[in-house]
Structure formats: structure tokens, C-alpha cells
């Protein structure tokens, strides 16, 4: 979510973090994951350029959990170009999941169990730019993305 004056937002789109691996890596069998388990693994990862919030956050969550990750391929974009190196065997990756992601061969989606975490999309406008056009096109959204909306986000 946005928290900025003047700014309202509307979540319309959750998603859960996981832990993507290459379905032959040793650690393919493990069911679930905290992040400090992927310590000393090569990941590969998007550029701070094209996501630095996700990148901050993420390179945040590792400190926590007592390691630096050692990022070998670093890829600007979509996550989901990531998707690919992973299941060559290039590294592991922690990213949202998204179910059309399960039909890409050679990869595994493991539940990130610590820290537990989400990324949200939504919609943002001006407070004061409010219109009937607007609010029916939020009426819109809200009926097509229902979505419990929280007061405070995720990893994101």
C-alpha cells in the first residue's frame, strides 16, 4: 500500500512469497523454508534498477535472518524472467507466486514460512482528483479483485 498525503489506494491483487528452486537441487525436497535456510545458496535475482523496493526489502529480510545472499545472476524486468535461470540450475529465488508460474518445467515453489511475507498491486490516485468516473471504476476493481484490504502491507 501507499501511505503518502494525498494519496489513496485500493489493493486489488495479493500474492504469497516463495521459495523457487531447481526441481533437481537437494534442497527440492524440503517442504518448507525460512529464509535463513537458503543461507550460502547462489540466487538469482532481479536488479535493485527494475525493483528496488522488492530488492531492499529482500536484501533487508536476509540481514535479519544472518546472511547476505549471494546473488550470481541479477536480472532487470519481470520476476518472472527470473523463472527460467532457476530451473537451468543457475541458482534459487525467492519471489511471488503466481499459479500460471506452476506450469514452467524444472522448478519448485516451496512456502516461505519466516519471515512470512506477501506483495500487494493496487490501484493508487489523488485524494483530491475524486470523480464519479473514478468511483465507479473503483466499484469496478473491488467487484473483480475481491480482496480483504489490510491497513498495512507485506514484504512489499
Request: proline share 8%; net charge positive.
Amino acid at each position: 500500500p501507499v501511505h503518502a498525503d494525498g494519496l489513496e489506494h485500493l489493493v486489488i491483487w495479493r500474492l504469497p512469497f516463495k521459495v523457487v528452486l531447481p526441481a533437481r537441487h537437494p534442497l527440492a525436497k524440503k517442504r518448507a523454508f525460512e529464509l535463513a535456510d537458503l543461507r550460502g545458496e547462489d540466487f538469482v535475482f532481479c536488479t535493485r534498477e527494475s525493483h528496488p523496493g522488492f530488492y531492499d526489502q529482500f536484501f533487508h529480510q536476509c540481514a535479519n535472518a544472518g546472511f547476505h545472499p549471494r546473488v550470481v545472476v541479477e536480472v532487470g524486468g519481470y520476476p518472472s524472467n527470473m523463472l527460467g535461470l532457476v530451473s537451468v540450475g543457475l541458482g534459487v529465488s525467492v519471489l511471488p507466486h503466481f499459479e500460471q508460474a506452476e506450469r514452467i518445467r524444472g522448478i519448485v515453489w516451496r512456502p516461505l514460512v519466516k519471515p512470512k511475507a506477501t506483495i500487494e498491486f493496487g490501484l493508487i490516485w489523488r485524494r483530491n482528483r475524486a470523480s464519479r468516473v473514478l468511483e465507479e471504476f473503483l466499484a469496478l476493481a473491488a467487484r473483480m479483485f475481491p480482496i480483504e484490504q489490510p491497513d498495512n502491507g507485506g514484504l512489499v
